[in-house]
């Protein structure tokens, strides 16, 4: 599979291994053995992709700092020259979610989440992959995914498959989730759109900031208003952003809370 993908003109693969732990993965309802991840990783190597990344979540239920640290380790074995780590975010209509509302397992646990990020931090950092994005990190500027980049940067893009967003000209629209349903409307020549919205000019202004603090080098002060540019000093005394030249940035504690430093620099 890797070596048609790599014929096919793709230079880049993502995998998802989320966890090296076998109990992480069953609360997570995820089918892969915990070695297969890496084992894909090295297969891509071989099959001549030059980027190679591997998609990790923290703070799941039962995991412990000691199974996250693990989890890195095992990560950093397969050498990929990028990794992408999440905070758990329980997703309605999912096992977890259920059993959350049940009371049978407990909801992710904020300060336990931002041990594991500034542990993962500090460890992906020594091994010379730097962060890029709040939750990515890249060995140099041509392992940095450039997909995801233009996400950031609210540029177009075309989803395709089960579940896949697009965005062009303000325009935003999302596919059917189930797989089944997406190719049985592809099949009847339906499009395979779930629902649509058409941005606002501020919307649009909005999310260009949300995401812009999110990335490396973070965002102009000049496009702030005089209120935003006040909150941005005050981040600064805060330690949560740094402003260098005409530009404010978040500090690794802010990356914490970057959402709610949008929020404060969107007044």
């Known amino acids: 599979m890797f070596s048609a993908l790599r014929a096919g003109g793709f230079t880049r693969i993502s995998v998802g291994m989320q966890s090296a732990m076998p109990h992480v993965l069953r ?11 890496v084992a894909a990783a090295h297969e891509a190597r071989d099959a001549g992709f030059e980027h190679v990344s591997l998609d990790l979540i923290y703070g799941t239920p039962g995991e412990s700092d000691a199974d996250w640290q693990q989890t890195l380790e095992v990560a ?35 300060e336990v989440q931002a041990r594991r990020f500034m542990v993962a931090d ?9 962060w890029y994005e709040v939750s990515s990190w890249a060995a140099n500027d041509d392992a940095r995914c450039h997909h995801n980049i233009g996400y950031w940067r609210s540029d177009d893009w075309w989803g395709v498959g089960p579940g896949a967003h697009s965005h062009v000209n303000g325009v935003r629209w999302w596919n059917v989730l189930r797989p089944a349903n997406y190719a049985k409307r592809l099949h ?11 941005l606002t000019a501020e919307q649009r ?20 208003s005089d209120a935003g540019v006040r909150a941005a000093q005050a981040q600064v005394a805060d330690q949560r952003a740094v402003i260098s030249g005409e530009r404010v940035e978040l500090t690794r504690e802010g990356r914490l809370f970057a959402t709610a430093v949008a929020r404060e620099l969107s007044a």
């Open 27 to 37: 609360a997570l309802d995820r089918l892969h053995s915990p070695g297969r991840a």
């Open 76 to 110: 950093l074995s397969a050498e990929p020259d990028h990794i992408s780590a999440y905070a758990l975010t329980v997703e309605p209509g999912t096992a977890l979610a259920a059993a959350v509302r049940r009371g049978t397992t407990p909801a992710p646990d904020d």
């Open 122 to 130: 500090e460890r992906l950092q020594l091994a010379g992959l730097d």
């Open 188 to 198: 009847a020549g339906s499009s395979p759109a779930a629902g649509r919205e058409v």
């Open 205 to 224: 202004a909005l999310e260009a900031l949300m995401l812009g603090i999110r990335v490396r080098g973070g965002v102009e002060l000049a496009s702030l």
